[in-house]
């Protein structure tokens, strides 16, 4: 249905709306966004920005590629200048910070971190470590762990989405912040 509309959407007005109200409703930019970025407020604004985007762009949906993968590329680019915007406005490291401070900085950070992965179920913690602190590929991790490559990532990015949930809700180090 979903790429009927896409098709139409440049002729028919009506069909352009029908198409913008199915995607939003499916939840599918949403959910794209949200494998990208773990911020919900973020995730609503970015979603937005890209309906509206996809909503100007229907003219150049040419129907050959599926439909979700048109929207993903748009998805893709609107959370790329998010991150850009969001990088940009954030303020420099304060280099009045006496190096000893900043090293304590990030070991007090670095144990945060590895706090958090001592408490992620070992089915997520295993790829984690495997993935973002022994830097192996996806094959090699599932080969490792006797598991599809598709389920290894899915692994990893629900321990990742943990541990930041974990670290988002920590504490602030004393010195820190």
């Not at 790329?80 to 900085?105: G, K």
């Not at 973002?132 to 629900?158: H, M, N």
Request: zero cysteines; a neutral charge.
């Amino acid at each position: 249905m979903l790429r009927t509309l896409a098709r139409l959407a440049s002729q028919e007005p009506r069909a352009a709306e029908l198409f913008i109200e199915t995607l939003d409703a499916s939840g599918t930019v949403r959910r794209f966004t949200h494998a990208a970025l773990l911020d919900t407020t973020a995730v609503e604004d970015v979603s937005q920005d890209a309906l509206i985007s996809i909503a100007s762009s229907l003219n150049s949906f040419d129907g050959r590629s599926k439909v979700t993968t048109w929207v993903h590329s748009i998805v893709r680019r609107r959370v790329a200048d998010y991150l850009r915007r969001a990088r940009d406005a954030a303020p420099l490291p304060d280099d009045e910070q006496a190096p000893a401070e900043r090293m304590s900085s990030m070991i007090a950070t670095r144990a945060t971190v590895q706090q958090a992965l001592e408490t992620l179920d070992p089915l997520y913690r295993e790829p984690v470590v495997l993935r973002d602190i022994e830097g192996l590929p996806y094959a090699e991790i599932a080969a490792r762990l006797d598991r599809p490559v598709g389920t290894v990532k899915a692994q990893i990015s629900r321990g990742r989405a943990i541990v930041a949930a974990l670290l988002r809700d920590a504490p602030a180090e004393p010195g820190t912040a």
